[in-house]
């Protein structure tokens, strides 16, 4: 994608937009500024209110997922990625769970928690790779790809 | 981390608040070759990954007060919603007794403190015998509740649990309807 595209896709994007509301933030006092975003804050749990009937839709999935063996795989790139890991790696202390049943996966790995990895999240082969099986397995899809 | 061996049975939740990261959309595009389950935890309407996951989850919260840091409000969003999933999936394959943690795994101080007072909530026995009887379980609290609630011994209240899929309450039903009406 170009630089131009890339930046036409983020304008139209909600949560890059400017908050007219804070526009003087940096006028403002430590009181003011945590007020400020303790009211931005309130509208959090609204919008998570509005879309409870999806989540409570994927949590079925999930147990569903779980009886039959299978597991929850977070994939996300940067602070995304990091509250993956983060919820996947309080449910075997939370639940008594084995590692491994609920997973984090972060773009650009394990180091990527705790750096910033340029260009990690860039690449829609390491999120395929992330989740692939091994790589023969891999090879040989590359090779129905070819046929 | 890599290559976990992703098969039709597992659920991918691919999260990204911009909803078009390249990453996440390679993840869902192999998990859906697999026949994985999928959704997409946005912060945008009809994302690009909202538009490819089964499910899509796509909490709006409105610019941010410094433009474009979303690590704040779409970063706690997204914490609320995963709090959810696994919280509310756990629950829903028997880790909670009533409201109590029963399958925590007692791994430091501040965890053997807890696993006591667990075991003292849900069966009002005393600091002592709640000693005894996570001695008596191995330090296994759903097992030792099970065992306190009903008097089985270490195997059969570990066979009654099976029995019940790990679910305290129909363990404890069995045995003893009261105790879990």
């Not at chain 1, 007020?35 to 079925?60: C, F, G, H, I, Y």
């Not at chain 1, 928690?113 to 992330?130: F, K, Q, T, V, Y």
């Not at chain 2, 990453?23 to 309407?45: E, Q, R, W």
């Not at chain 2, 706690?76 to 999933?85: F, G, I, P, Y």
Request: with cysteine; aromatic share 4%.
């Amino acid at each position: 994608m170009t630089k131009t595209n890339l930046m036409a896709e983020l304008e139209q994007l909600v949560s890059e937009a400017r908050n007219p509301k804070t526009m003087q933030i940096d006028l403002m006092s430590s009181a003011e500024i945590v007020a400020a975003m303790n009211r931005e804050d309130t509208r959090v749990s609204e919008a998570v209110n509005k879309v409870l009937p999806q989540v409570a839709a994927t949590v079925d999935k999930i147990v569903e997922a779980f009886r039959a063996g299978g597991r929850l795989i977070y994939m996300g790139a940067g602070t995304s990625g990091r509250l993956g890991v983060l919820d996947a790696s309080e449910c075997p202390p939370t639940f008594g769970v084995p590692e491994g049943m609920v997973v984090g996966l972060i773009a650009g790995g394990d180091r990527a928690l705790r750096h910033p990895i340029e260009g990690a999240e860039d690449s829609r082969d390491e999120g395929w790779r992330d989740l692939e099986r091994d790589r023969s397995y891999r090879q040989r899809r590359r090779c129905r790809h070819r046929r | 981390m890599k290559e976990i061996g992703l098969t039709d049975k597992d659920v991918v939740v691919g999260i990204a608040v911009s909803g078009r990261t390249p990453y996440v959309i390679g993840g869902l595009d192999y998990a859906k070759k697999v026949g994985a389950v999928t959704a997409a935890l946005s912060c945008n309407p009809d994302s690009a990954i909202a538009r490819m996951a089964d499910i899509a989850i796509s909490p709006v919260v409105g610019p941010e007060a410094l433009t474009g840091s979303t690590r704040l409000k779409s970063g706690t969003a997204q914490k609320l919603v995963l709090n959810m999933l696994t919280t509310a999936s756990m629950i829903r394959i028997g880790k909670s007794y009533e409201n109590l943690m029963v399958d925590l795994s007692v791994s430091n101080e501040k965890l053997v403190a807890r696993a006591h007072r667990i075991l003292v909530d849900a069966t009002g026995c005393s600091a002592d015998s709640a000693e005894q009887f996570l001695k008596a379980a191995n330090n296994n609290v759903k097992l030792a509740i099970l065992m306190a609630l009903t008097g089985m011994t270490a195997a059969d209240g570990q066979t009654a649990l099976n029995n019940a899929d790990g679910f305290l309450r129909r363990a404890a039903a069995q045995h003893q309807p009261r105790v879990a009406s």
